[in-house]
């Protein structure tokens, strides 16, 4: 009151009521405007947005269309370009609801959605131009991966399922990272009430483009891993239960959600290294401790076996004494080794570090068997009984008896004694496979000579025990002054030579009692004379090789059962007739003569086919009523595998391996049926030993019969040759069989062990079992040039290399 009546007093009255009410009403219509203009903000550049979007999404399309027009991916499917337009990103559902942490009146909540409307443009404005380089470059980058998929050594196919399943799981790190969000801050609530304002722009349009974008990449995604397709298919499901935002916000989340660009995630990273670690630390691989050294083989290098023996008079020290055990550990190889010389050079000369032994050289180089000259090891193609050469021994040989017939008659020889198998070694020239076969004895490393030098051999000793072959084989038998006694204990040992030798086949021995005067020499060539007569052999032939100063006599093995019957004594005797001749495995010497088969579908009855035709047709003793392996009758067996290896070697291993066949000589077939894969190698400068397992089908007899050889041999054992003996390994269903009664890190090994630095494995299996090779092989640092599969059947191709571990492992029982 006293102010009105200060105001009534002053005059100004009228005046200052008008001026308040001015002021007021001014007031008010400012509030207005600014009202009218804020709402007004928060919805035209919503759809000037939208139209600089549309027209983005337009110019990339363009740019898109012209760099893919010409590129498979395009013709198969039009509309790819569209691939850059708005997707749903990864929405959470809270983002559809009210913001349950904003309790504020409906002004504040029109406030903060025009803030983030604001924000909204800015970043689209800022960062929208940066989408075209990011998705160009993936799309480049997929583009070049592409044909990784065909190498041989896989990384192509994991590359691509790599980076497919990085995508798949970025998608599903941001879900986690926005549904883990709720609640949590301010900031997080102002993206949900962004979100709602989102809901309610043009949704619609939005859900039509995200499903279009979906439905154009199914058949993208088809190519992706199990895991990357489930994870994608979440997320479809999640986007087709959502109502999307507009345009212009869906960018943004597009962004947010699904960009990486030419980097992957932090988590596929560290799971791929974290799984390749594994893969390579899946077996602890360790160096083998032994006496022995780079030439151990575990079941002639058994000490403590050794050790136990009561008695090594007929050279059981030399013989197979297999650890209960086998060793997992890998040989060490030689310091300086290199590549094996390529054959026929290697026949030589080889390399000195490769088997770096001076005695046999010092002990036998008058005599031209091996010589040392700098860095090589040189054969001069000597022997103790052919100082000037094998060639004119063999040669001696066809002309004292032409029945002989090198190449034709005779394609298999079993040569005992062999020394560093020279005379295998040049019979190569006349077309005759030879098994040489000397113990590993004081001729230090005679048979790793032969083999260093690409001539087939195996450690082996004439004992206690039968020879590891079928009975009734071998062509001709040859013994150049080979050491063995074979007229003491009733002929036992030449009794053996007779269930190997094919009746009618030939034993050459050019021992010093042929020859020579000695009173010891001709008390042995009278027991022989003896012996061999006992036994029905006939003496065909003995000559004297001048050149070489030394006689050889030529016995023949009678190819009918009439000498026997007419034998006065029945020494020695007949074998039982449940005496298997083709048992072979540690199966004991007995002093018998087995009987020569009458019936004329019985093997051995009649003379093979010459050679090369042996080596293709049936043999006569194949039934149509027997079953083969692979349950047709025999014959028609036999030629379905000839020609499924004659289809696989021309088409597949010969070229389409990266095998360099050139360098490769020694070869073995681990699990042999028929002989098809060595058969097909024909053409080729190699030799393949035929591996028979002792648990298979017992088919060796037709691998010899072919003009092919081979032996028994049980995997869950070490084989009877040197270490780095092998240029190439063959398996076939091998190890998916083997691992059911044996260690199979053991046969690994044994694998490792027997093949050459830079050797080639190649295994045919179960899928199941090929990966699980895949991780032992990887263990070992070994190459892998090829992965197949199909039918949950599997082709690995792989290759050893140089590495061994630096952690040793003492074999206890290897040590002298």
């Not at 009151?1 to 009255?13: H, L, N």
């Not at 000037?48 to 760099?67: A, I, L, P």
């Not at 027991?527 to 050149?547: G, N, P």
Request: proline share 5%; aromatic share 8%; with cysteine.
């Amino acid at each position: 009151m006293a102010f009105g009546k200060y105001s009534r007093g002053d005059g100004r009255k009228s005046s200052s009521s008008y001026c308040s009410t001015v002021t007021l009403v001014v007031f008010v219509a400012l509030c207005l405007f600014g009202v009218w203009m804020m709402t007004s903000t928060s919805v035209v550049p919503v759809e000037n947005v939208e139209v600089t979007s549309h027209e983005s999404r337009n110019d990339m399309k363009e740019r898109v269309s012209e760099s893919y027009e010409h590129s498979p991916i395009n013709e198969n499917n039009e509309s790819n370009p569209k691939q850059f337009e708005d997707s749903p990103g990864d929405l959470p559902e809270d983002a559809t609801k009210g913001d349950i942490n904003v309790s504020s009146a409906q002004e504040e909540d029109n406030n903060s959605q025009v803030k983030a409307t604001e924000t909204t443009m800015e970043g689209n404005q800022e960062e929208k131009p940066e989408i075209k380089p990011v998705n160009e470059n993936v799309e480049e980058t997929e583009s070049d991966d592409a044909p990784k998929t065909e190498t041989h050594n896989g990384e192509g196919d994991s590359n691509m399922e790599n980076s497919e399943s990085d995508a798949g799981e970025t998608k599903t790190e941001n879900n986690d990272d926005k549904s883990g969000s709720e609640g949590d801050s301010e900031e997080g609530s102002e993206k949900k009430s962004d979100g709602n304002s989102r809901e309610t722009q043009n949704g619609k349009e939005v859900d039509g483009q995200i499903e279009e974008k979906v439905e154009q990449n199914e058949d993208k995604e088809s190519v992706q891993s199990s895991g990357s397709k489930k994870e994608d298919g979440q997320a479809k499901g999640l986007a087709s239960s959502e109502v999307f935002p507009s345009g212009a916000q869906s960018e943004l989340l597009n962004e947010t959600t699904t960009q990486s660009g030419a980097w992957s995630t932090q988590a596929t990273e560290s799971k791929n290294e974290k799984e390749a670690q594994n893969q390579q630390a899946g077996y602890n691989w360790k160096l083998c401790n032994v006496t022995a050294g780079p030439d151990y083989i575990p079941c002639l290098d058994n000490w403590k076996a050794i050790r136990s023996l009561h008695s090594t008079k007929h050279y059981e020290h030399r013989e197979r004494h297999c650890p209960e055990d086998p060793p997992t550990c890998l040989v060490p190889v030689p310091e300086g080794y290199q590549r094996s010389i390529v054959w026929p050079t290697s026949r030589e000369k080889i390399w000195y570090h490769n088997v770096p032994h001076t005695k046999l050289a010092e002990v036998k180089g008058h005599q031209n068997w091996v010589k040392v000259s700098g860095d090589y090891l040189t054969f001069p193609g000597g022997g103790t009984q052919f100082k000037n050469g094998a060639l004119h021994y063999v040669d001696v040989i066809q002309q004292a008896l032409p029945d002989i017939a090198w190449g034709k008659r005779t394609r298999l020889v079993l040569d005992v004694g062999c020394g560093v198998a020279s005379f295998g070694g040049f019979l190569f020239d006349r077309d005759v496979l030879t098994m040489s076969l000397a113990p590993k004895d004081e001729h230090e490393a005679q048979v790793q000579f032969a083999l260093e030098r690409g001539i087939p051999a195996i450690s082996a000793v004439m004992g206690t025990q039968r020879l590891l072959f079928p009975g009734r084989v071998f062509d001709v038998v040859h013994c150049a002054r080979c050491r063995v006694p074979w007229h003491i204990e009733g002929g036992k040992l030449l009794l053996e030579l007779n269930r190997v030798l094919r009746p009618g086949g030939f034993f050459i021995w050019s021992a010093t009692p042929v020859y020579q005067k000695l009173s010891e020499d001709v008390e042995i060539w009278e027991a022989m004379k003896q012996l061999t007569k006992s036994i029905c052999w006939e003496i065909v032939s003995i000559t004297k090789d001048r050149v070489n100063q030394v006689g050889i006599a030529i016995f023949q093995k009678p190819a009918s059962n009439e000498c026997y019957e007419k034998r006065s004594q029945n020494e020695p005797p007949v074998c039982q007739v449940s005496d298997d001749p083709n048992a072979a495995w540690y199966v004991p010497l007995q002093a018998c003569l087995h009987k020569v088969p009458v019936d004329a579908s019985e093997r051995g009855s009649q003379w093979p086919e010459q050679w090369p035709l042996r080596l293709e047709k049936p043999p006569y003793w194949l039934l149509s009523s027997q079953v083969g392996v692979y349950g047709k009758a025999a014959p028609e067996d036999f030629s379905a595998d000839h020609e499924h290896w004659k289809r696989v070697v021309n088409k597949s291993y010969l070229n389409g391996l990266g095998i360099s066949w050139s360098t490769v000589r020694n070869v073995m077939d681990m699990k042999a049926i028929y002989g098809g894969f060595a058969a097909a190698l024909k053409e080729l400068n190699v030799w393949v030993m035929n591996v028979v397992p002792i648990d298979s089908p017992d088919t060796l007899p037709i691998i010899y019969e072919r003009g092919l050889f081979g032996i028994y041999h049980d995997w869950c054992e070490s084989f009877s040759t040197y270490p780095r003996s092998y240029d190439l390994l063959h398996a076939d269903h091998l190890f998916s069989k083997i691992k059911k009664r044996c260690n199979i890190v053991a046969v690994v090994a044994e694998a490792d062990r027997i093949l050459r630095p830079e050797g080639k494995l190649i295994v045919r299996d179960n899928v199941e079992t090929i990966n699980q090779l895949e991780s032992l092989l990887k263990a070992m640092h070994w190459e892998i040039h090829l992965t197949y599969s199909k039918d949950n059947e599997g082709l690995l191709c792989v290759q050893k290399t140089m590495w061994r571990p630096t952690e040793g492992e003492t074999v206890t029982y290897a040590i002298a």
